[in-house]
């Protein structure tokens, strides 16, 4: 009777973790091992950190990747899925800033009393027919901010001898009396409802370049930087061969040289926008110290997802209004299957907070417009 005793327990014990378990097991840690890279990567200079710098442009496909992981786990072997529940809980500041879940009502926000919209907005400038000029400045429009910072912007003048709409342009010019352009090539800007002063404009080559503004809001002074960082580093027939690259069914062994091409750009642009973040950094420092209590917003196209080092390096101790104030996943960049958000609000959430962030539809421009409305902490 013991003997089968016995013999029944071996038959109901678990079968041995053997070979093929093992070699999934090994899969799963080095998937977990690539999206904690991804996420945490962008803490290290990318002069440091060679190619892995660039994982973070693929963060949301690392973060995807980990589900069927979980999933097999759940159905084989349910201690196991422990390795991934543990690195997302790992990377929660992470997931929240690509997959905020915030239910706000945007026009209640903007409606409140004492309520300070600020937009962002690549316009391409205003490049395209008539109909695309119009669709643009409809967007600024719509959105009715209180200060909207423009990247590869153009001048009023620019807009009429564009024979752009001039009933539009009338709107505009009404809404927005103060008006601000650099001649920088990828022209800086801004759109503003109240008096508006330049503090300071630097430039580093003929991509970056970077304003800083003084206007009043939110009962008093407040300081906004407007920045267009180093771009991508890829030209048109570079981001077709990116096209290629990820196009279903294409000979990937044809194309090996070009993926390091396509590498190489990137990251000499990453290396870039990393002291071009520097330099933003050190403007935002300089006015939080001569200013310690007034409301501060650096604004722009970056040029980078979140959690690159640029990214990290120009928020510093600020807040993402769009991981604040945001819902679900969003892209800014709306061509050549570069789907990031590449153009974010940051502000100092000491004193100001966040209580509404949309990303725009319109794809007049090559960007979407990113829009947030911000309130007193004492409201």
């Known amino acids: 009777m013991r003997n089968d005793k016995k013999g029944k327990r071996k038959k109901s014990d678990k079968p041995e973790f053997g070979l093929i378990w093992k070699i999934l097991l090994a899969i799963n840690i080095f998937m977990v091992a690539l999206y904690l890279t991804a996420s945490y990567i962008g803490y290290v200079d990318p002069n440091s950190a060679s190619y892995l710098a660039l994982m973070p442009m693929a963060y949301p496909l690392f973060l995807i990747a980990t589900v069927p992981t979980l999933l097999f786990w759940v159905v084989r072997h349910r201690r196991l899925m422990l ?28 409606s409140e009393k004492g309520s300070y919209t600020l937009t962002t907005y690549n316009t391409l400038g205003f490049a395209g027919d008539e109909e695309t000029k119009s669709a643009i400045i409809d967007e600024i429009l719509e959105k009715n901010a209180d200060f909207v910072c423009i990247q590869e912007g153009t001048t009023i003048d620019a807009l ?20 601000h352009f650099s ?18 404009e630097k430039s580093i080559g003929d991509y970056f370049y970077v304003e800083a503004y003084k206007t009043s809001g ?12 180093e771009s991508i580093g890829l030209t048109n027939d570079d981001k077709q061969l990116y096209m290629d690259l990820t196009q279903t069914g294409t000979n990937k062994q044809t ?24 330099l933003i950094k ?3 420092d300089s006015l939080r110290t001569a200013s310690p209590h007034t409301p501060l917003f650096i604004c722009g196209d970056f040029n980078d997802p979140p959690y690159t080092y640029s990214y990290l390096t120009a928020k510093g101790n600020y807040s993402d209004a769009y991981t604040d104030a945001g819902l679900g996943y969003a892209h800014t960049y709306n061509r050549n299957r570069f789907y990031f958000r590449i153009d974010n609000i940051f ?17 007049a421009s090559d960007h979407h417009s990113v829009t947030a409305v911000f309130s007193n902490h004492n409201k």
């Open 83 to 110: 390795i991934t529940i543990c690195s997302w809980l790992a990377t929660i500041p992470q997931i929240c800033t690509f997959v905020p879940v915030h239910f706000n009502d945007f026009e209640q926000a903007q």
């Open 160 to 179: 009429r001898n564009r024979h752009a709409d001039p009933d539009r342009i009338a709107r505009l010019c009404a809404r927005y009396p103060y008006v």
């Open 183 to 200: 001649n920088h090539r990828y022209t800086v800007g801004c759109f503003s409802k109240r008096p508006t002063g330049i503090i300071t």
């Open 218 to 229: 939110l009962g008093g002074d407040i300081y906004i930087i407007n920045t267009h960082m």
């Open 255 to 278: 194309l090996k040289g070009v993926r390091s091409h396509l590498l190489n750009k990137l990251l000499k642009a990453d290396r870039q926008r990393a002291e071009q973040a520097r």
């Open 282 to 284: 050190s403007i935002a």
């Open 347 to 363: 502000y100092d959430d000491r004193q100001v907070k966040a209580t509404a962030c949309r990303v725009g539809a319109s794809k």
